[in-house]
């Protein structure tokens, strides 16, 4: 009879403790360095598939007071994670209000807690008099996963296995393990900007920029074609201890690691086609802006000289040079485009003099002018075959050469004799033909007259 009165007692007890509103919140949670001497850089792509260490700092705040006197189950948890050391008595710590420890407070461990397990059961509790306000934990050391991040709990239980209430929390610092993969060193952003507009004019032969269409901002010689962003992200830097095993910092990669940067652009550009692209590099400290920002400035064609300007697409490749990591490539990155205004053509199949006259069938490109002013003619090649052994063009893909003006009111005939001697012997190809003038007032035709005597003449569509 006494056995049942007592065994109804201690579960009338332990519902009398369940019922009581307590949670218990994670504070001070940190993943501290862990110092060791470092005497060469290590290759930050290898840390991907090491193991992270780092110290591990915990308190646990209740905000409903446990009595200290009650037995409890203070259980703490790692996901992703593992101790590296192995836990005693002395690193749980229970607190009165005012963070003093208790005296007299009594602590064993019950499961867990050594070196490799993921969790730690202690059986704790206090004097017969007063609460527990809050738990300390002595720092820990633990491992995890090159990219895994790891998690903490704390779950509080009576003795009885009743829940009181738990709280659970990431490492903030051990987030930078998702980050020390080389690919995620540095970030690169490039913002396209407005299509850049050569302006029309005979006497500057698309040299300048026309203002009132292009980007707001561009002058006659200058147009922003994008803005470039370098960003270090926030990697803290592990140090190496044992093959495979390093101990996560606090230092993160900063300016001070980058040796240079430079970038790379294709499309028409260089000192020849009267186009230049800034910023080129390598640059150091030119244009940084905020804390982890190593880089950041407006991409801009400048022109020069006199030269007709060609219409191109424009990509830019960031190359980042660190003093001891791999350089970083950061891929091409679309920038805005440079087009001329006026009108142009793609004529497909021009057969060049000298094929002309071994196959007898010649090609001519006809621009008709409705207009009222006269207006300047510019051609390119943009494919070229079946060119003699030896030979070499005049001019390549992208650069226009003028080669003739159509009047007012009248025609010009682009004969294929004209063609080679402006481009050189491209054999057979096509030929792109650009007009300074409005599109409503040019029509451009390809004529072929075949050996039998056949002509054959076909409106060329226009493109931008």
Known sequence: MNKNFLLVAASAAALAFAGTAVSADLSNVT???VGVTETAPYAI????????????????EY?????????????????????????????????????????????????????????????????????????????????????????????????????????????????????VKYDDLVSVDVTAGEKAILALSD?????????????????????????????????YLPSLQSPGLYNLTTTEVDEGDVSSIAFTYTGVNGGSTGITLAPAGPILTAGLSPANDIYTANVTATLSGSVAKANSDYTVNVRVNFVDYPTFQSGAKPLASI????????????????????????????????GGEAAAVYAEYVTSANRPAGTSTV??????????????????????????????????????????????????????VYADGRVEETPVILID
């Open 31 to 33: 993943l501290a360095t």
């Open 45 to 60: 792509a290898n840390v991907a598939t090491g193991t992270l260490r780092g110290d591990v700092t915990l308190g646990v």
């Open 63 to 179: 905000d409903s007071p446990i009595p200290s006197g009650n037995n409890i189950l203070v259980t703490v948890k790692l996901t992703n994670a593992v101790f590296g050391e192995a836990f005693t008595i002395s690193d749980i710590d229970l607190l009165d209000g005012a963070g003093v420890p208790i005296v007299g407070q009594q602590r064993t461990i019950s499961d867990g807690g050594a070196v490799g397990d993921n969790f730690v059961t202690f059986l704790a509790s206090g004097t017969a008099s007063g609460l527990v306000h809050s738990i300390d934990f002595n720092d820990k050391l633990i491992e995890f996963t090159a990219g895994a991040v790891p998690t903490i709990a704390v779950e509080t239980k009576t003795e009885f296995g009743t829940p009181i209430e738990g709280g659970s929390a990431n490492f903030g610092a051990a987030k930078a393990a998702t980050l």
């Open 203 to 235: 006497t500057n032969i698309f040299s300048q920029f026309d203002t009132s269409k292009s980007p707001v901002g561009t002058t006659s010689t200058v147009a922003t074609l994008g803005n470039i962003d370098v960003n270090l992200n926030d990697v």
């Open 339 to 370: 087009r001329r205004d006026g009108v142009t053509a793609e004529v497909p199949w021009v057969a060049s003099a000298t094929l002309a006259n071994n196959n007898l069938t010649k090609s001519t490109i006809r621009v008709a002018n409705k």
């Open 395 to 448: 001019v390549g893909r992208g650069v226009p050469v003028e080669i003739g003006s159509v009047a007012a009111g009248s025609d010009l005939q682009i004969t294929s004799s004209a063609l080679t001697t402006a481009l050189g012997e491209f054999g057979r190809g096509n030929i792109v033909v650009t007009v300074e003038a409005n599109a409503d007032d040019i029509t451009v035709n390809n004529r072929i």
